[in-house]
């Protein structure tokens, strides 16, 4: 399997965009989906979003709706989180991975972890 890469952390203000992407992101026969995950300093590590290959569906942790992005690029193989209105509180250290579902991939993941890009946001 093609290890998969993250990139595109950084700093940011209050306010402000970013875009990760998940290079290598690509499903199997059973995992159909790729989701995003951040942990922040003394927290447990969260999920964020997924998307599904098969149909381009998504699923979001409540506080991004609205303001994060999930997507894929098919031919590329990578999948993306664009982020707008980054807050303080988005400050986290991001991570993909992959999962049987969107449904499923938030609470069991079928890969490992990178060291996933850093991402903060100040106020």
């Known amino acids: 399997q093609v290890p998969r890469v993250e990139s595109g952390g950084g700093s940011v203000q209050a306010g402000g965009s970013l875009r990760l992407s998940c290079a290598g992101a690509?499903?199997?026969?059973?995992?159909?989906?790729t989701a995003w995950f951040r942990q922040a300093p003394g927290k447990e590590r969260e999920f964020v979003a997924a998307i599904s290959w098969s149909r381009g569906m998504t699923n979001y942790l409540g506080s991004v709706k609205g303001r994060f992005t999930i997507s894929r690029d098919i031919a590329n193989n990578i999948v993306y989180l664009q982020r707008n209105d980054l807050r303080p509180e988005d400050t986290a250290v991001y991570y993909c991975?992959?999962?049987?579902?969107?449904?499923?991939?938030?609470?069991?993941?079928?890969?490992?972890w990178g060291q996933g890009p850093q991402v903060t946001v100040s106020a």
């Open positions: 991975n992959i999962g049987r579902s969107i449904g499923t991939v938030p609470r069991r993941v079928l890969g490992s």
């Open positions: 690509g499903h199997t026969v059973s995992a159909d989906a």
